[in-house]
């Protein structure tokens, strides 16, 4: 079983103006009274936030830390057997605490110096223009909220563990940041919505479920399977196929289980020289043509 689709539940502000997170039935707090106010308390911090403006600090509980430290251990464990070496290295010289729950604005305060990224505040889904595009100007969007502490190692959207303990320590890569920036970059010049969802596509594929041959092994630097203490174990039994930017912007995944399909890099620099110059000179035009070359 699959054990964090990346979905995000709905986020609705009422006549009255207050902010509600609209869970499934499915959803592990769904029936946490608490843990529903909690979120709704949240995304509100989220929405008031203006941008420039330092990112409103979430009161963290007890047993909210406590989910993160016990996650936060067992994924370092697991990082060190199956992360890329360019990820432990920048995890290394970003420090982030293992014992309590970041703020999102602490986060950005140990990064930039790093690589020149900061953080953004997001209640929930974030349209793909805007969520690439910020990219680009070193900027992130990610949610505070933290899983239900009943089922610590399962979410089914993604939390604060999967936006810092993936995402921020592969931006305090330059080489990694870099690709971000330039997949931002790529969804600022083009204009369909088509093209669009093909460069989010190959983001998906590389930096969010890419994995890479280093030493003779097969190894993760995708901040998908790297913050997932579930499918970090699984994905080098699935479908491992080589680099290759048609197919990966042409190819349907299933966000509700874990990639059945995964595209190798052969190096670090297999990877800049496919995807980072793909999104460096990519435009409307280059991806029609991918579209149109690419096996139905």
């Known amino acids: 079983m699959f054990e964090e689709a990346q979905y995000f539940a709905p986020v609705a502000t009422k006549?009255?103006?207050?902010?509600?997170?609209?869970?499934?039935?499915?959803?592990?707090?769904?029936?946490?009274?608490?843990?529903?106010?909690?979120?709704?308390?949240?995304?509100?911090?989220?929405?008031?936030?203006?941008?420039?403006?330092?990112?409103?600090?979430?009161?963290?509980?007890?047993?909210e830390h406590r989910v993160w430290a016990l996650v936060s251990k067992e994924l370092a464990v697991k990082h060190q057997k199956y992360a890329v070496r360019e990820f432990l290295d920048a995890a290394k010289r970003l420090g982030l605490p293992e014992d309590r729950i970041p703020q999102l604005q602490e986060v950005g305060d140990l990064l930039e110096p790093l690589t020149g990224f900061r953080y953004l505040p997001a209640a929930g889904l974030v349209p793909?223009?805007?969520?690439?595009?910020?990219?680009?100007?070193?900027?992130?969007?990610?949610?505070?909220?933290?899983?239900?502490?009943?089922?610590?190692f399962y979410t089914p959207e993604p939390d604060v563990i999967h936006e810092v303990i993936g995402h921020a320590n592969t931006l305090a890569s330059p080489r990694f940041a870099a690709l971000y920036r330039a997949a931002g970059r790529a969804a600022r010049r083009v204009e369909s919505d088509e093209a669009l969802e093909f460069v989010s596509k190959v983001f998906w594929f590389t930096l969010e479920f890419g994995v890479m041959r280093?030493?003779?092994?097969?190894?993760?630097?995708?901040?998908?399977?790297?913050?997932?203490?579930?499918?970090?174990?699984?994905?080098?039994?699935?479908?491992?196929r080589p680099l290759d930017i048609a197919a990966m912007g042409t190819t349907q995944y299933d966000i509700t289980k874990y990639q059945e399909v995964l595209f190798e890099a052969a190096s670090f620099d297999h990877l800049e020289d496919t995807v980072g110059v793909f999104w460096d000179t990519c435009d409307d035009e280059s991806i029609a043509r991918l579209v149109a070359e690419s096996p139905a």
Do not use: C, W
């Open 15 to 63: 006549d009255d103006g207050s902010v509600v997170v609209e869970l499934a039935t499915s959803h592990p707090g769904f029936a946490d009274a608490v843990y529903r106010q909690r979120r709704n308390a949240i995304a509100a911090l989220a929405l008031n936030h203006t941008p420039g403006d330092p990112i409103p600090a979430v009161e963290y509980t007890d047993e």
């Open 128 to 152: 793909l223009r805007e969520f690439y595009g910020v990219l680009a100007d070193g900027l992130f969007h990610s949610t505070q909220y933290i899983r239900h502490h009943s089922v610590p």
């Open 214 to 240: 280093e030493d003779g092994e097969l190894k993760a630097y995708g901040a998908g399977i790297l913050s997932s203490y579930g499918e970090i174990e699984e994905f080098r039994e699935m479908d491992i």
